[in-house]
């Protein structure tokens, strides 16, 4: 799809980081905000999803992270993809609320005070934790691929698919531009289930719009997953909630969905068959029928 679908690139301000994001079509409905994971671009968001919720009646807009594609980047100098800059040295620069808080930086510059919040992978640990700083600014709550936000290190081995990260630790590519295409494109090939593999004409699109952050940044992936979380647990979320898996997810085990619906009073659980931890066109009329439900009519 063309990039003339998405506005200019804007920017909210928060403490200390500013914001990147673009809001899809000309706007106008109940608004829907996208938080992508993996310390990747919003540009990961692929367009007929987005046309799919617009077509639902959905305002969308979607952002970068802090660490991640155009916004503030933190100790840019130390990026690596060594897989052991998941597990750092030395402080993170900032918490786990600062980074809920980028996303009602974006509510506040968009000038919405509520949103349907969806996130992904990562994104859906910060949507989860968004529910619980922010109820006031929740219509709705999808967490989709993800893990309990409240997980603790035991339960890593029962919620992840270990292998698939032994598997990407040992690929190697070459530096610069080529080499960073190349291990994003495999990252999103690995991601997806064989019943619906990647579209890779349209991955690629994706991942060369939004080249300037991808999976070969571990060290800003790292900060991301050691922030600390000081505040509530699942159990107090409030919102309307959905909660979306890929049946064939081979990174995160639908366990972890079963969990976090469990804990959040009323959530939904939809199972998405033949989806890896992606979310290819067959699900996109779901996917976006599903979200809707989410919010009276």
């Known amino acids: 799809m063309a990039q003339d679908l998405w506005s200019p690139t804007a920017y909210a301000r928060g403490r200390d980081v500013e914001i990147a994001y673009d809001r899809f079509g000309p706007g106008g409905g109940v608004p829907l905000l996208l938080v992508m994971g993996l310390a990747v671009s919003r540009c990961w968001w692929s367009d007929g999803l987005c046309q799919a919720f617009a077509d639902e009646g959905f305002d969308v807009v979607r952002y970068d992270q802090r660490d991640t594609g155009a916004s503030t980047r933190f100790r840019p100098g130390e990026r690596s993809g060594?897989?052991?800059?998941?597990?750092?040295?030395?402080?993170?620069?900032?918490?786990?609320?600062?980074?809920?808080?980028?996303?009602a930086a974006v509510l506040d510059a968009v000038g919405w005070d509520r949103a349907v919040v969806f996130g992904h992978s990562l994104g859906g640990i910060v949507a989860q934790r968004f529910a619980l700083r922010h109820p006031e600014r929740v219509l709705g709550l999808v967490s989709c691929d993800a893990p309990p936000s409240d997980m603790s290190w035991r339960d890593i081995?029962?919620?992840?698919?270990?292998?698939?990260?032994?598997?990407?630790?040992?690929?190697?590519?070459?530096?610069?531009?080529d080499g960073d295409v190349a291990a994003s494109l495999a990252v999103a090939k690995l991601m997806a289930s064989p019943?619906?593999?990647?579209?890779?004409?349209?991955?690629?699109?994706?991942?060369?719009?939004?080249?300037?952050?991808?999976?070969?940044?571990?060290?800003?992936?790292?900060?991301?997953?050691?922030?600390?979380?000081?505040?509530?647990?699942?159990?107090?979320?409030?919102?309307?909630?959905?909660?979306?898996?890929g049946q064939d997810d081979p990174v995160i085990r639908t366990a972890a969905a079963r969990a976090t619906a469990r804990e959040v009073r009323g959530a939904k659980l939809a199972i998405l068959s033949d989806v890896g931890h992606d979310l290819p066109a067959a699900c996109w009329k779901t996917v976006a029928e599903e979200t809707r439900r989410l919010v009276p009519a």
């Open 195 to 245: 019943a619906n593999p990647t579209d890779e004409d349209a991955a690629r699109e994706r991942i060369e719009r939004g080249l300037d952050a991808g999976p070969r940044d571990l060290t800003a992936l790292g900060r991301l997953l050691r922030a600390r979380w000081h505040g509530g647990r699942l159990r107090e979320i409030g919102a309307p909630t959905l909660v979306l898996h």
């Open 157 to 177: 081995p029962r919620y992840l698919h270990l292998g698939l990260a032994a598997r990407l630790a040992t690929k190697r590519y070459p530096e610069g531009r």
């Open 82 to 103: 060594s897989f052991t800059a998941l597990l750092g040295t030395g402080t993170v620069p900032y918490t786990s609320e600062d980074v809920v808080d980028d996303a």
